[in-house]
């Protein structure tokens, strides 16, 4: 499938996650929460054609695909397992591994923003105070217009999730909404498929 040009995208932060670390048992029920908005605004943005760009962790698994993570987080007794199922990734989403909290940290985010032609950033997933309030503070340098979803973002905590969303409000000018604050999104034309070049013969 072609890919689509898009003014604004969407990013999913560290949802395939199996939440198997110190805290994960508090940041499950507010991720359980954040599944019943981000998964029906995620469908909404593919229908509206505005790209949506899973970015997550690798686990230290250097040898891992997105596939392999992915069956990694939803491993039976995962904790994070039925929030992974619950997101898991549409064959037209693009999905790039990250080794830290930025998404933008040592990974190919930066070059497929500019192939789609992205200036905005929807961001959204885990934590609000860490993965996702890290990738905004770069994302910000990088200077895209940013939007950050209060209900398709968690945290350990709600007083975790608000500091770091009036952080981003007071030092970075982040625009703080609901997913159905988000009524238009202005998307472009499908890149046109690559001609094969000329015959020799």
């Known amino acids: 499938m072609p890919d689509q040009r898009s003014d604004t995208a969407l990013l999913i ?20 929460r954040m599944v019943e908005r981000l998964a029906p605004f995620a ?16 686990f230290d698994h250097w040898r891992s695909n997105f596939s392999d ?10 904790r994070g397992r039925k929030v992974a199922r619950a997101l898991k990734p549409d064959p037209d989403d693009y999905f790039i591994l990250k080794p830290k909290h930025s998404a933008f940290f040592a990974t190919s985010l ?8 992205t200036k905005k950033l929807i961001l959204s997933g885990i934590a609000t ?18 939007t ?17 969303l009036r ?12 997913g159905d604050e988000i009524k238009q999104v202005k998307t472009g034309n499908r890149r046109p498929a690559r001609k094969s070049p000329p015959s020799s013969k």
């Open 43 to 58: 469908q909404r943005m593919r229908k509206a054609g505005v790209p949506v760009i899973y970015v997550n962790d690798n």
């Open 13 to 32: 932060i560290d949802v395939i996650n199996d939440l198997e670390f110190p805290g994960g048992e508090r940041v499950l029920p507010w991720a359980e």
């Open 110 to 117: 930066v070059p497929l923003l500019q192939h789609l032609g």
């Open 148 to 164: 950050v979803l209060s209900d398709c973002c968690c945290a350990e905590s709600d007083t975790d999730h608000d500091l770091a």
């Open 167 to 178: 952080q981003l409000q007071q030092f970075l000018r982040v625009r703080v909404c609901r």
């Open 129 to 146: 105070n860490l993965c996702v309030f890290f990738s905004a503070h770069d994302a910000h340098m990088y200077e895209y217009k940013l």
């Open 69 to 78: 993570v992915y069956k990694y987080c939803t491993r039976p007794g995962a």
